[in-house]
């Protein structure tokens, strides 16, 4: 008999989503970030503090999905060892095939199988968008667990006050809630969790180009602070 799965609702209903449409999204997703100036901006500055202040430890790209920014964060050239780590199997499995060289584990980020203060730097690129309100001090408390003293965390995230809830994507049946917020909220959460915030930026939503926004985008850059 297979043991029943321990995970939140909410988290077994994100995985069977995006083990549905994993092959369709990587295709979809491919080339986006090289038509979002902004937003490979955002990942260089996050990566160069890493780099700075990380102490050379890992870099984990939290709720990776297929890989693709955890591959464009390695070939800055940098230095970073980054590796990705996410709750599907079938994401995870593309992330390995098109990025043979990295590592991708599967794991949540509610509950990160990292000792603490191991990783130089944390990235959760459009991850927390699928945790639900109640439970974002959780994954924030599990951020500053794993950080080491001056290592980033950056947040990308839609930015709203109301979710979206999605029951069909890319041809597939999905059950999928996209947890809109606004930045200062986010901020706010971060710092309660210990976390300092150095960068809090709102983007106007893409209304043109292949790859258009339904809402504005925000991004989150906090770091755990120093020690005395």
Do not use: N
Request: hydrophobic share 45%; charged share 25%.
């Amino acid at each position: 008999m297979t043991a029943p799965d321990p995970a939140p609702d909410f988290v077994r209903a994100t995985r069977r989503s995006y083990d549905a449409v994993a092959g369709e999204y990587a295709r979809w997703t491919r080339d986006e970030l090289a038509a979002k100036p902004l937003e490979r901006g955002v990942l260089a500055a996050f990566a160069e503090l890493a780099a700075a202040d990380g102490r050379g430890l890992p870099v984990a790209d939290v709720g990776c999905g297929t890989g693709r920014v955890t591959g464009h964060l390695h070939g800055l050239g940098l230095g970073l060892d980054v590796f990705g780590i996410d709750l599907a199997p079938g994401m995870l499995a593309v992330a390995r095939e098109e990025h043979p060289g990295l590592r991708f584990e599967e794991g949540s980020m509610l509950a990160l199988d990292l000792p603490d203060r191991s990783l130089g730097g944390l990235l959760a690129w459009y991850s927390t968008i699928h945790v639900p309100d109640e439970e974002l001090p959780r994954a924030f408390a599990e951020f500053h667990r794993v950080l080491a003293p001056g290592a980033p965390v950056q947040l990308g995230f839609q930015v709203g006050d109301e979710p979206l809830r999605m029951t069909e994507a890319l041809g597939e049946e999905v059950s999928l809630v996209f947890h809109r917020r606004q930045p200062e909220r986010v901020a706010a959460l971060l710092r309660a969790a210990g976390l300092e915030v150095r960068a809090v930026l709102w983007k106007e939503r893409e209304t043109e180009g292949p790859f258009p926004e339904r809402a504005p985008q925000g991004f989150v850059l906090a770091r755990r602070p120093q020690e005395a």
